[in-house]
């Protein structure tokens, strides 16, 4: 995806390319197709993480296009469009998105919309959101990785790995 983005072909033809290499030819051990499942495995992961690829690359950091294009280019669109929607909305701020939207957006989410059973009825704010990413990835920095967290400096600390892991 990276060197056709930087040859200047289309996104499009990007894309198209994907297809033909994934779903047609089946190349590289790639054979959902001959499965003949649902949609023909738009779900599958892997061809939805090269679509996603290709939204990261043609977007070039500009929110709205990397969404637009996410949406245009995946198989299961909403894959690509939350990842990196949700990642250069993380990178901006609520500030940025909203300034790139041209709009203000609520600071409330509902995910009994979609899904069940979640605390508070099913709402929860953006800050509450971040706090817990914050404190899952301070566990995992801790735990898995056997790092800590510098609370005066307001950095993670993540020890090398040695040659023998």
């Not at 499965?35 to 043609?58: P, T, W």
């Not at 993380?90 to 899904?115: D, L, P, Y």
């Amino acid at each position: 995806m990276k060197s056709k983005h930087k040859s200047g072909l289309p996104w499009e033809q990007t894309r198209d390319s994907i297809y033909i290499k994934y779903q047609v030819n089946q190349e590289d051990g790639y054979d959902i197709t001959s499965k003949n499942l649902y949609c023909n495995g738009c779900f599958a992961a892997g061809i939805n993480y090269a679509a996603s690829l290709v939204s990261l690359f043609y977007g070039e950091g500009d929110i709205k296009e990397t969404i637009k294009i996410g949406a245009l280019a995946g198989w299961d669109s909403d894959n690509p469009t939350a990842t990196w929607g949700g990642l250069l909305g993380f990178m901006i701020g609520k500030e940025g998105v909203e300034k790139a939207f041209n709009r203000t957006f609520s600071n409330k989410f509902n995910i009994h919309r979609t899904r069940q059973n979640f605390p508070n009825n099913g709402i929860d704010t953006f800050e509450n959101m971040a706090k817990t990413g914050i404190f899952i990835i301070d566990r995992v920095v801790q735990e898995e990785m056997g790092g800590g967290v510098n609370l005066k400096d307001n950095v993670w600390y993540i020890p090398k790995p040695s040659k023998l892991d």
